[in-house]
Antibody, heavy 124, light 108 residues
């Protein structure tokens, strides 16, 4: 059974860089996309971006200038970096696996396995 | 960007009742890339439905999805105590992927 676990610094100061890693256990990274999502306190879900197993990335335009997602197949993990953080970046950050199921020919990938989430607070 | 608007924002129901949740897209989308998630307090979202009507592994058959074009629906045929949660629709076919704002199903 595939499990995902996020880890990284939980408290940052404004202008610092957020760095999170998601460790994948119980399954391969091959054949899937790997996603970061966040949820500000009391609010809804925001897709940050994702990376394919071949390293192709897709980012939310609202964050594109500050975000970078990478994958390390040898370590079975993928990572998120978000530069120049501000209070508005305070959120629970989730990593997730995205599968294509019966829709692989269309390249439609839905998130089927999620990590438990890690809280990141930006405060001076 | 595809905006997903869910309605109602919240509703109060009793166990055993039937629930119909709506998700309207700002433009026509393929049913193949519309999904539904359930989120309970302090937990990560859980995939319920993908491709508008396909139940994810382990999801009971009281959950069903349907829809096409711009209008999609999640139906819970008979509410169980563990179904009280927030439900999000999600489109994963066009970038940026987007979520609805959520519908909270509360105990009456």
């Amino acid at each position: 059974q595939v499990q995902l676990q996020e880890w990284g610094a939980g408290l940052l100061k404004p202008s610092e860089t957020l760095s999170l890693t998601c460790a994948v256990s119980g399954g391969s990274l091959s054949g899937f996309h790997w996603v970061w999502i966040r949820q500000p306190p009391g609010k809804g879900l925001e897709w940050i971006g994702q990376i394919s197993d071949s390293g192709t990335t897709d980012y939310n335009p609202s964050l594109k200038s500050r975000v970078s997602i990478s994958v390390d197949m040898s370590k079975s993990q993928f990572s998120l970096q978000l530069t120049s953080v501000a209070a508005a970046d305070t959120a629970v950050y989730y990593c997730a696996r995205a599968d294509c199921g019966p829709y692989c020919i269309y390249h439609f990938y839905y998130m089927d396995v999620w990590g438990k989430g890690t809280t990141v607070t930006v405060s001076s | 960007e595809i905006v997903l608007t869910q309605s109602p924002g919240s509703l109060s129901l009793s166990p055993g009742e039937r629930v119909t949740l709506s998700c309207r897209a700002s433009q026509t989308i393929s049913a193949r890339y519309l999904g539904w998630y359930q989120q309970k307090p302090g937990q990560a979202p859980r995939l319920l439905i993908y491709g508008s009507f396909n139940r994810a592994i382990g999801i009971p058959d009281r959950f069903s999805g349907r829809g096409s074009g711009t209008d999609f629906t999640l139906i819970i045929s008979r509410l169980e105590p563990e179904d009280f949660a927030v439900y999000y629709c999600h489109q994963y076919g066009k970038s940026p992927r987007t979520f609805g704002q959520g519908t909270k199903v509360e105990v009456k």
